[in-house]
């Protein structure tokens, strides 16, 4: 299968420039001098702070040492650290190759969007090994994995694994409230009449009855929509309450006309909770005033496309008090999925940073992470919640989770860490250590010996990032089947997913699913890392489109269709999850309640968003599609082909310079307000202010896409280095401004630009962009964030 794979060697001085190749992948991996400090473990070198996280919170309860621990990292990176490089030393050569092609065509005239051009292209690629031979349809056959994943779309929440409040709000967003996230947020607009007290996130001082009013009209037509009664509707509905018929239960519902109704579909009623009934004579007299106030609190489950939902009935709430039919609140089953991340959504550079990391993993598989947090002059304990209670329709009492399923994403194969080091200096693969932490972490789980369950078809499950094609991904799946025999786990215990967000990886998708097919769960178009590299490698064959731009481009549909097309004809309906990407505007909900279905109408069983709020509303669009259904009908259509994604994004017609120069300070804008708090804040993900005053959230991915794009028109003469810097002069004023008053002890970036660690790493990406291995960003962050702790370090002193 792998004859095609070109050997790996290093790059040979000519087949580099005259382009300029990029820097190698394995930059990064060449020993250095042991730390005194370090404590030999075997015949590893290692920092104290991971000592000690692995000897007081990964291993006890695991049934090895922490020695046995060091042990099985020495051994797997002897095993599999060579393997690790020679894919990076195939990534160089390739991309050298790539370079030289696209550098050598343009010169000759080619556009590379005529058939001629593009047959071409496919051609070299699949000479050098880089499109690889398909062996048909790959068949999934992953075994023991939740329901959450395999048979339940539903959205997904991503969260940095080094926040707890982050961590517990992904954790506990398995249930939220349809009511909060409609008054908080634009879904209902923000008019004098339904205007919110105070902002997003805060308490309001005073309630706005006339917001409320909306909201639970809204409520009442998506009931009406999800779960229609018989006759009748929602709005005019007085009293509801579980009635025995036989021996089993269904929903009662009594109008305000004095008829009584049901759902018309009545298998949708699943349980209740607390004291619901019919009214009694006083009741019913009640019932018909303005404003009934019968004692009636309790809970009605429905289900309706796998996912739950709550009524929840309490009229000595006020909104359940104005409400005819003393419903307070809608809860929704909401993120059935939650990853926890250890990449692109966090800043850990060092032992320290990692150790706290791994600490709150640990945390999440025991069920014991928990925040104080102050809340109306008094401590609060914020915990992850408990498992729902409810009488089933038999009367038997039975429970529902509490809590999204966690998934961990670790870092790529590309990063190295010297806070664990061997002998001779070398640091050691980090996604090794995650691996074994993320797996020694999820033993709690596994042997039920957590305050909770976390997978309870016994499985873990580690989302694997940046992996460019099959070889790749063989490796991973052969260093999780090691990691298994030495836990003495199940073979395939450990779940793969696998991102497609490198080309390499999008043009053999199908083969990357089968050499994984028994231990993949999860495959996710992240189109904001795929547009990054799809930048990168296409960087000689010309200037690129604009940002906003690259969705409307070939390529990009046929990189979304692709996913979904092999993740069907692969058999992942039932057995995983076929994802989309992330929501970035995380005030905006009216938009993503109008827009995001679309993802769901392309056949994702998932997608991303960026807070639980998000997922409540999202979740209103699986209600809306039968994705089941809908993935059955994309099935039927012909499949997209490879050559379709390999039109690189160019422009076909020139830019005023104008668009040029405001592209060039939207980007420099986004870049510096994110490198600033990654630098300076240690903060890998962050909602800030776009340059139109729009909140958006910025990670690695997409400052992998501003530092390219811009690389790329730098190289080809769209913007000069004088443009460049006098832009990020400027928007360092319109960041500086936007920041200060919201990140205490923010250093303005404006007054010394030139000393600026925070300035000169966000220019140094673009700068160096065009020669950054794969475009990532990750070597230049490090490097400077490290020198802004020990700049910081020092000033205490």
């Excluded at 104005?322 to 966090?346: K, N, P, Q, R």
């Excluded at 804008?669 to 340059?691: A, K, N, P, T």
């Excluded at 000069?720 to 500086?736: G, K």
Aim: some cysteine; aromatic content about 8%.
């Amino acid at each position: 299968m792998w004859a095609a794979l070109p050997q790996p060697m290093p790059p040979s001085p000519a087949s580099l420039d005259p382009a300029g190749c990029a820097e190698g992948s394995r930059e990064g991996v060449a020993a250095a001098a042991v730390p005194d400090s370090y404590v030999a473990m075997g015949g590893l070198r290692v920092h104290p702070a991971l000592v000690r996280v692995v000897e007081e919170a990964v291993c006890p309860g695991t049934g090895f040492s922490a020695a046995y621990f060091w042990s099985c990292l020495e051994r797997l990176t002897q095993e599999f650290r060579s393997q690790v490089e020679e894919c990076l030393a195939v990534r160089d050569v390739m991309q050298a190759e790539i370079d030289n092609f696209y550098d050598r065509r343009r010169r000759a005239g080619a556009t590379f969007s005529e058939q001629g051009a593009l047959d071409e292209s496919a051609a070299f690629l699949r000479k050098i090994g880089y499109i690889e031979r398909s062996y048909g349809p790959a068949s999934v056959d992953t075994q023991f994995v939740d329901p959450e994943i395999a048979q339940i779309p539903a959205p997904q929440l991503v969260a940095p694994a080094d926040n707890v409040r982050y961590v517990l709000n992904a954790v506990n967003a398995r249930w939220g409230s349809l009511y909060g996230a409609l008054y908080g947020f634009d879904v209902l607009p923000n008019s004098a009449m339904l205007a919110r007290p105070l902002g997003r996130g805060e308490a309001p001082a005073e309630r706005n009855p006339l917001r409320e009013e909306a909201v639970v009209e809204f409520g009442n037509r998506l009931l009406d929509e999800i779960a229609p009664l018989a006759w009748g509707t929602w709005g005019d509905v007085v009293r509801l309450w579980p009635k025995f018929v036989g021996s089993t239960q269904h929903l009662e519902v009594l109008l305000k006309s004095g008829a009584a109704t049901s759902l018309r579909k009545p298998w949708l009623f699943v349980g209740s909770s607390g004291y619901l009934g019919p009214p009694d004579a006083a009741a019913a007299r009640e019932i018909h005033k303005a404003s009934p106030s019968v004692s009636d609190k309790g809970r009605i489950f429905l289900r309706h496309h796998g996912l739950h939902f709550v009524l929840d009935v309490d009229r000595g709430r006020p909104i359940g008090r104005g409400s005819l039919s003393g419903i307070s609140d809608i809860y929704m089953e909401s993120a059935l999925t939650a990853i926890l991340d250890m990449e692109d959504s966090v800043a850990t550079v060092d032992a320290e940073d990692k150790a706290r990391l791994y600490a709150n993993i640990c945390g999440v598989f025991r069920g014991t992470l928990e925040e104080r947090v102050a809340q109306d002059g008094h401590l609060k304990t914020r915990r992850m919640r408990n498992d729902v209670w409810l009488r089933d329709v038999t009367g038997k009492a039975i429970t529902l989770p509490g809590r999204a399923l966690c998934l961990v994403r670790n870092v790529g194969h590309h990063l190295f860490t010297d806070a664990v080091m061997t002998a001779d200096g070398r640091p050691v693969p980090e996604g090794f250590l995650d691996c074994l932490v993320t797996v020694a972490a999820a033993f709690q789980d596994l042997r039920g010996l957590g305050r909770i369950y976390n997978s309870r078809a016994g499985s873990v499950y580690i989302v694997k990032p940046k992996m460019h094609g099959p070889r790749e991904v063989m490796v991973t799946n052969n260093f999780f089947g090691k990691v298994e025999e030495l836990f003495g786990l199940r073979r395939n215990t450990i779940k793969m997913g696998v991102l497609d967000e490198e080309r390499r990886t999008s043009v053999n998708l199908g083969e990357c699913i089968r050499v994984a097919s028994q231990r993949v769960f999860f495959i996710n178009a992240g189109f904001m890392d795929r547009t990054g590299d799809e930048i990168h490698t296409c960087m000689f064959a010309g200037p690129m489109v604009r940002k906003a731009d690259m969705k409307f481009e070939p390529w990009f549909k046929a990189y979304e269709d692709s996913t979904v097309d092999v993740g069907l004809t692969s058999g992942f309906q039932g057995k995983g999850q076929i994802g989309k990407g992330m929501w970035r505007k995380p005030d905006s909900m009216k938009a993503m309640l109008e827009s995001k279905i679309e993802e769901v109408m392309a056949g994702a069983s998932t997608a991303w968003v960026p807070s639980p709020a998000a997922a409540t509303l999202h979740s209103i669009h699986y209600h809306r599609v039968d994705v089941q259904a809908r993935q059955m009908q994309i099935a039927m259509r012909p499949p997209s082909h490879v050559e379709g994604m390999l039109q690189p994004p160019l422009l076909r017609e020139p830019l005023s310079k104008e668009a040029i120069l405001q592209e060039l300070r939207e980007n420099a804008q986004s870049m510096l307000g994110y490198v600033v708090q990654w630098v300076d804040f240690g903060v890998g993900c962050c909602e800030m202010r776009d340059l139109c005053d729009v909140a958006v959230t910025e990670d690695r991915a997409t400052l992998r896409i501003s530092s390219q794009l811009l690389a790329n028109w730098l190289h080809h003469g769209l913007i000069s280095e004088e443009e460049l810097r006098s832009a990020f002069a400027e928007m360092a004023a319109v960041v500086d401004a936007q920041s200060r008053d919201v990140l205490p002890g923010y250093r303005p970036m404006c007054e010394h630009p030139e000393s600026n660690i925070a300035f000169c790493t966000a220019l140094r990406l673009v700068l160096e962009g065009r020669r950054a291995a794969g475009g990532y960003t990750e070597r230049v962050l490090r490097e400077a964030r490290r020198r802004a702790k020990a700049a910081a370090a020092a000033a205490r002193l």
